[in-house]
């Protein structure tokens, strides 16, 4: 056998099949096998993490990067630092809060020059779809698109409006033609109403779960008519669990997810003006929340993702009714779900399947998801007994804003490998998967 670039032995590696005592074999990017643990084998580095967990590298299938054009909220750099040192090794970047919006070919290339030489995991895009964008679609498909981001409500930046349901019915068509995907922000407009004051309840109470339920039952109607996949985003209410249930057993090509902060945060622990808790859809009631929990087990809600969308400090005023609304989780969001998904009795290979292979078949991305010979050598060693005080001023976030500032979560990460190589402050991450352009390679 020639010599073998890496060896990662665990007694808790977590694989497809299961959790298993595992010796990972790595020649150049791949892992090439997987043998018993103590196999003896010919490696330049053989590394034996004795009772530490080994993890694929997670999936993020909804992070809000901001560049170019909002980079004092959050960068490329900064992202996907971040996203390493919470063992994510894929992220796939939102088309808002850009700018340009990444709602047309010329746009992605702009997106494309800001990332380049800057990305330490790999990256994958969103399109957009807006208002008077349809001819855009295609090409962006083409281009290399995972799919198209769309919003039924105001979404909270002007340069991205939302889509009416003729143009959703209109631009889902479309999709449905070249067998694209469209994820959708779902909150009926109708029900939603401006806070009545500035605390949490108001806000929480002008966003009421019968919004989503409302706009998830038009989906799920418009994805029948046309015979378009879609994808419920960042699922907050348990009210929208029966109608997703329904039309998955009655054959309509619809998935959903929902976020960290929603299986771990609850409406009765949000403090007075921490305006960092502020999110839309907002978080909601702990039994809501038992709720969601119930619908993961249930593979009614498939993936779990951080919608990392963080800003300034300046723009987390202390009013609900004003500051804006975005949950800063990126680097956070494993140590947060394996938490509480502990304590409820789940295994780690029950928050590798939310983490890291579902997502990752959501957008169909090649290589990733999984610890098996042929998929990118992306590992992640992960101490899940390890407390892990969270100090926000010490994330790789730009802002030092989020609802965990001061927390101490379960589990830390320790290595995160890209692709075979330690991410270790050189950006070598890709553009996925388009042209697999090489990214700042040494």
Not at 178 to 188: I, K, Q, R, S, Y
Not at 259 to 272: D, I, M, N, S
Not at 298 to 314: E, F, I, K, M, N
Request: glycine share 10%; charged share 20%; net charge negative.
């Amino acid at each position: 056998m020639t010599q073998l670039d890496l060896v990662v032995r665990s007694r808790r590696t977590v694989t497809p099949e299961g959790e298993r005592a595992t010796a990972v074999a790595v020649q150049g990017e791949k892992i090439t096998g997987l043998y018993d643990y103590a196999a003896p084998l010919d490696a330049a580095e053989d590394i034996d993490l004795r009772d530490l967990a080994l993890l694929p590298g997670l999936v993020d299938t909804h992070v809000h990067v901001n560049e170019p054009g909002r980079t004092h909220w959050e960068g490329f750099a900064s992202a996907t630092r971040a996203a390493a040192a919470g063992g994510v090794t894929t992220v796939v970047d939102m088309p808002l809060n850009s700018l340009p919006p990444t709602i047309s070919v010329a746009a992605l290339e702009a997106k494309l020059r800001a990332a380049l030489g800057q990305c330490h995991v790999d990256v994958g895009f969103w399109g957009g779809a807006v208002p008077g964008n349809i001819k855009d679609l295609a090409p962006l498909h083409e281009r290399g698109v995972y799919g198209f981001k769309c919003f039924m409500s105001p979404s909270g930046v002007d340069e991205f409006p939302p889509l009416e349901t003729a143009e959703l019915r209109q631009a889902l068509a479309e999709i449905a033609g070249f067998g694209g995907l469209m994820v959708v922000h779902a909150e009926d407009p109708a029900l939603l109403r401006d806070p009545v004051g500035p605390t949490y309840p108001e806000f929480l109470e002008s966003r009421p779960g019968a919004s989503e339920r409302s706009a998830v039952q038009r989906v799920v109607d418009l994805a029948g008519e046309t015979g378009a996949r879609v994808h419920i985003l960042h699922v907050s209410s348990a009210d929208c669990l029966d109608v997703l249930e329904a039309a998955q057993a009655g054959g309509v090509a619809v998935t959903a997810e929902t976020c960290p902060h929603y299986l771990t945060l609850a409406a009765e622990q949000v403090p007075e003006g921490v305006t960092a808790y502020k999110c839309c859809p907002p978080i909601r009631s702990e039994s809501n929340r038992d709720l969601l929990w119930d619908g993961l087990a249930r593979g009614v809600l498939s993936c779990v993702v951080s919608d990392h969308s963080p800003s300034t400090a300046d723009l987390k005023v202390p009013d609900f009714a004003a500051a804006w609304g975005g949950i800063a989780s990126l680097q956070l969001g494993l140590s947060a779900v394996w938490t509480e998904a502990s304590r409820r009795g789940y295994g780690l290979g029950d928050v590798v399947r939310w983490m890291s292979a579902n997502p990752a078949a959501l957008a169909d991305i090649s290589g990733k998801g999984g610890i098996k010979p042929g998929n990118d050598a992306d590992l992640v060693a992960f101490d899940p007994a390890a407390d892990n005080p969270v100090d926000a001023t010490l994330l790789h976030h730009k802002n030092p804003v989020t609802p965990y500032h001061g927390r101490v979560l379960k589990g830390a990460v320790l290595t995160t490998w890209l692709r075979g190589r330690p991410v270790d402050g050189v950006a070598h991450g890709r553009f996925l998967p388009i042209e697999h352009h090489m990214l700042g390679e040494q």
